[in-house]
Antibody, heavy 118, light 109 residues
């Protein structure tokens, strides 16, 4: 069974940066497309970004381009989300997930909460 | 990128059926069969219940079914059970090679 474990969330001030991690032990991490999805308190799911299994291609939601960057280290079975110039409306639970165009977002982590406030 | 449009809530009695619609533009549904649905109970991570418009992952009851016509996808839950009470989100892979989720629908049983 695929298991995903997010970490790195917490309280940050507006304008600061934060890097989230998602560890994928116990499965062939390098075979999977990976995604970040976020959910603000009481709101719906918002897709953030995806990365190819080999890390060569990334795609992000237009509204987040330039501030958020997805990356991965297949030698460490770990996915990252580097977030910069954080704003209060970036406050959300951030989930990582495996998935692709055909099979959907199949496996999800439990999420990590990022709170942006002064 | 605007979210796909879903009704905020639907309800049904145990044993009844409910259908949730998911409407977008032609570019939102840029890849014909790339529609998926997710169930999310409060405080938990989403769970995939339908992919490729109508396919159920292993372990998902056959009470869940999906369909799509033009720019509207639908999820039907037949024989409603108390455990089906949750938020449901559609998701599509767009013509811009991005994903877009629906606004979400709360199902009350």
């Amino acid at each position: 069974e695929v298991q995903l474990e997010e970490s790195g969330g917490g309280l940050v001030q507006p304008g600061e940066s934060l890097r989230l991690s998602c560890a994928g032990p116990g499965f062939t991490f390098s075979n999977y497309w990976m995604h970040w999805v976020r959910q603000s308190p009481g709101k719906g799911l918002v897709w953030v970004s995806q990365i190819r299994p080999d890390g060569s291609t990334t795609t992000s939601a237009e509204s987040l381009k330039g501030r958020f960057a997805i990356s991965r280290d297949n030698t460490k079975n770990t996915l990252y989300l580097q977030m910069s110039s954080l704003r209060p409306d970036d406050t959300a639970v951030y989930y990582c997930a495996t998935g692709d165009v055909l099979f959907g977002l199949t496996f999800w982590g439990q999420g990590t909460l990022v709170t942006v406030a002064s | 990128q605007s979210a796909l449009t879903q009704p905020p809530s639907v309800s049904g009695s145990p044993g009844q059926s409910v259908t949730i619609s998911c409407t977008g533009t032609s570019s939102d549904f840029g890849h014909d069969n790339s529609v998926s649905w997710y169930q999310q109970s409060p405080g938990t991570a989403p769970k995939l219940v339908i992919y490729e418009v109508r396919i159920r992952p292993s372990g998902v009851p056959d009470r869940f079914s999906g369909s799509k016509s033009a720019n509207t996808a639908s999820l039907t839950i037949s024989g409603l059970q108390a455990e089906d009470e949750a938020d449901y989100y559609c998701c599509s892979y767009t013509a811009r090679d991005t994903y877009v989720f629906g606004t979400g629908t709360w199902v009350t049983v």
